[in-house]
């Protein structure tokens, strides 16, 4: 077993949380890419496809939101691994559940379910791999756990070639599968020390009491609200983004998914590798967010364009996406392994619930302007937000973590 201290990128931790972190994108992914053939054979109408699709994703944010709450704080009150473990154990049930479903009512309980479960895996992953890493070497770690995790969504778009139901079914068991795989690790040290001391542990109320601690926690959120402008808007619905830019053939939206699954795997390692290049954590998620501005601007420019050129810009904005790693990474180095577990944990849910708010800003625009401007006036907005929020973060490469946060 894995003692803390390691400065090894592929210890057991960092392989078990990018296995949990994999099936935790599978799922998390498969809803977009199966959306149109599922909600068919459940009998919606063509007409109803994207309010449907809008409402079940509504449906999963919510669930996430409320998980990302319950995981965090019990993964500081309780341990890291063992809640890890309760989280997949959740999802990977919802997700056999979910291959079952005949209709919209079952299939939304099922996503907010799931959601719930899902919402714990990456930030308690990401919290224990940097509890147990080197300060060297925990970018590297965090940014493995996200590139191999995130190649999940390319297996999502091969097992939903045989079969949206099949395709949940799998995803599920692949799960259980992990769940025997917890032997192998044990608890943080951190937490271990934690729990000897009197100190208040997952005080989630706490960071609202204390101005500075809040307004760090806004700007750790701010931070990742782009990734999910990408994911959540222009990717789920990029065959609606295809026709109403005139690509001059049909966009497939797992295909789409998959191609920016794959740059964002590859974006994971690329800004890891820039993070410990520069020695600085937020260079890298400006570089990352400029380049992620950029790269959707050319998106919504891309009228007219074939989709094997569509796909290709999907591809490259997937890249600059990459910064998800590092961005979770510096929001579990901000604060103390008393409420660590907590904000690692509900920042990248709250990340993710804001797409319901961004789905429905971006939906009721489009009713007057269509659905290209009204998306970059929400780009035109979070992204600048993001890149001012890195400014007020603290510089943590090399940041020993070993501290509590005390009134």
Known sequence: MLKDGSSNPFNIVVIIAALGYFVDIYDLILFSIVRVPSLQAIGIPADQIKDSGIFLINMQMIGMLLGGLVWGVLGDKKGRLSTLFLTILLYSLANIANGF????????????????????????????????????????????????????AVLAFYTAEWGWREAYWIGGGLGLVLLFLRV???????????????????????????????????????????????????????????????????VNTGKAVMFHYIGA????????????????????????????????????????????????????????????????????????????????TTVPNFVRGSTVLMIIWWNYMSVGIGIVQSAMIVGVVVIPLAIMATFFLEETHGKDLDYMEVD
Not at 337 to 344: A, D, F, H, K, L
């Open 265 to 344: 795997a590859i974006g994971s390692i690329l800004t890891g590798f820039i993070s410990q290049k520069l020695k600085s954590r937020k260079k890298a998620l400006v570089i990352a967010l400029v380049c992620l501005g950029s790269f959707c601007y050319w998106f919504l420019m891309s009228s007219g364009v074939t989709p094997q050129l569509f796909y290709i810009t999907i591809f490259i904005a997937g890249i600059a996406m990459g910064y998800w790693a590092v961005f979770v990474t510096v929001a579990s180095e901000q604060f103390g392994t008393n409420i660590r577990s907590t904000v690692t």
């Open 101 to 152: 479903v005949q209709n919209l009512n079952q299939y939304a309980w099922l996503r907010i379910i799931a959601g719930f479960g899902l919402a714990g895996e990456l930030g308690i992953g990401v919290t224990l791999v940097s509890e147990v890493m080197t300060k060297e070497a925990r970018a590297w770690g965090t940014s493995i756990v996200s590139g191999i995790g995130i190649l999940g």
């Open 184 to 250: 192998y690790i044990h608890e943080s040290g951190m937490f271990d020390k934690m729990k000897t001391s009197s100190v208040k542990r997952g005080d989630f109320i706490g960071l609202f009491k204390n101005g500075k601690r809040f307004f760090k926690y806004i700007c750790c959120i701010l931070v990742g609200i782009p990734v999910w402008f990408a994911v959540g808007i222009l990717v789920t619905f990029s065959k609606e983004f295809g026709e109403a830019l005139g690509v001059t053939g049909p």
